[in-house]
């Protein structure tokens, strides 16, 4: 079998390999401190911060730190779903499967205005939050892609060949 051969048939999928990269360990410590960070927060700060707000900025304290939290779970859901995969839990394919029943669209933040009316460290948590969404989406659709079709790559020089030879045979 000629080199080229034998390396088409290793092509190996990056989405196949993502889950076993440090850049995905990295991902994932950083999905994790969030919700940790945050849960600290709303419970302590936030919940003093909460109650020293105008009635109206509180009922948008509320609103918004229930989407934030949502939106933090359904990315730890995603993040664990990876990591089994990582760790042999489970396959690509199951995890394909699975990860239907994360919504990586959940919960988007209210409109600007309405946030800036909030304390600054919750304000912080939303984008940074917002920030490790839009990530995870874009691996999300990188990695479950449908695997591109292999086309066989035959030798460029056949077509040319075939016509010269064409040329002399008449």
């Known amino acids: 079998m ?16 993502f889950t ?5 360990s990295v991902l994932f410590r950083e999905g994790m401190d969030l919700v940790e960070e945050t849960a600290s927060y709303l419970d302590g700060a936030g919940r003093t911060e909460a109650k020293a707000l105008d009635r ?16 933090l779970m359904q ?9 089994a995969v990582k760790e042999g ?8 499967r699975e990860k239907t029943k994360v919504k990586l669209t959940a919960a988007d933040p209210g409109p600007d205005d309405t946030i ?4 600054e460290q919750l304000q912080a948590l939303i984008a940074r939050s917002m920030s490790l969404q839009t990530r995870v989406r ?12 292999r086309v066989p790559i035959g ?14 045979e008449r």
């Open 89 to 96: 839990e489970m396959t690509l394919v199951q995890a394909n």
């Open 20 to 24: 076993n990269s440090a850049a995905f």
């Open 155 to 168: 030798n460029p020089l056949v077509p040319q060949l075939n016509a010269l030879k064409a040329a002399f």
């Open 2 to 17: 000629s080199d080229r051969s034998q390396a088409e048939g290793a092509l190996v999928q990056l989405s196949e390999r």
């Open 75 to 83: 990315l730890a859901s995603w993040l664990l779903l990876h990591r």
């Open 116 to 119: 800036e009316k909030l304390p």
């Open 56 to 71: 109206a900025v509180s009922l948008t304290y509320a609103t918004e730190s229930m989407r934030l939290t949502t939106r």
């Open 138 to 149: 874009r691996l999300d659709t990188s990695i479950h892609a449908p695997a591109p079709e």
